[in-house]
């Protein structure tokens, strides 16, 4: 039995989506680093493990999932125009049925959007250079519907206790939003300016200021469970798990 994560918010009945873990799969890998669902092909896992995991969870979707090669930057991709090559993005929307939209993480954020009738869907992957450089909202911006009509959806991600950053990324936020110093904890004794990052809050943030109200998720840590997440910040060489929505 899978432990995936089903998102609990009100979307439209025909609006399917899913937060696969960690578990539930065939890699291992030293140490068992990638054990054992991990879906991604660019972390040297073995490439007929990862290939067996996508089987098993292209088993509850209605088709094949349109992966992305993620850069971290801050570009949509509308995935019914794209060819069969594998896009390069780190957001992507349909408004075809069963048409998959995923994105692979271990620490940043998944954002899930819905608009209320069911007829568009996108998700985004949201580390704090998309976050910062306004991913969300070219997202938003791309998939042309009502703001209003929107719901979104935050994933699993690490969780504020954990993602410490620079000043670099303080200031990238603040100075477009100076609500922003909410997201932001200083951390007493460190040399450098050091601070403890809320990629939650930040995304809502960004989300309200975007006409976003109906915003659900956002309280699941990947860095404090290790028994059901990767994560990058607290492995270093480790799996992806997947989030993924589509409509029917």
């Not at 991709?77 to 992507?92: F, H, L």
């Not at 791309?142 to 699993?156: F, K, N, R």
């Amino acid at each position: 039995m899978h432990d995936w994560i089903v998102p609990d918010w009100p979307a439209p009945s025909n609006v399917k989506a899913l937060f696969t873990t960690r578990t539930g799969g065939v890699s291992h890998g030293a140490n068992g680093i990638y054990a054992s669902l991990n879906l991604a092909t660019h972390v040297n896992d073995n490439l007929a493990d990862v290939t067996k995991n996508r089987t098993l969870l292209r088993r509850y979707l209605p088709a094949e999932p349109r992966w992305l090669k993620q850069v971290h930057g801050t570009a949509p991709i509308s995935i019914d125009q794209t060819t069969t090559e594998i896009p390069e993005g780190d957001a992507v929307f349909s408004r075809k049925r069963k048409t998959v939209c995923a994105v692979m993480v271990a620490d940043c954020l998944p954002v899930l959007l819905c608009n209320t009738a069911g007829t568009t869907v996108g998700i985004v992957h949201a580390g704090w250079r998309g976050l910062a450089g306004g991913i969300i909202e070219k997202s938003i911006q791309a998939m042309q519907a009502d703001h209003g009509e929107l719901i979104a959806w935050l994933g699993p991600a690490i969780g504020p206790n954990h993602f410490e950053v620079g000043t670099d990324v303080y200031e990238a936020f603040v100075q477009h939003d100076p609500q922003a110093k909410q997201g932001f904890v200083a951390k007493s004794g460190q040399k450098g300016g050091k601070w403890l990052a809320d990629i939650f809050l930040l995304a809502r943030q960004r989300l309200t200021s975007s006409g976003i109200a109906q915003i659900y998720g956002g309280e699941i840590c990947t860095f404090s469970d290790s028994e059901h997440f990767f994560s990058y910040r607290r492995d270093g060489v480790t799996g992806r798990m997947a989030a993924l929505i589509w409509f029917e």
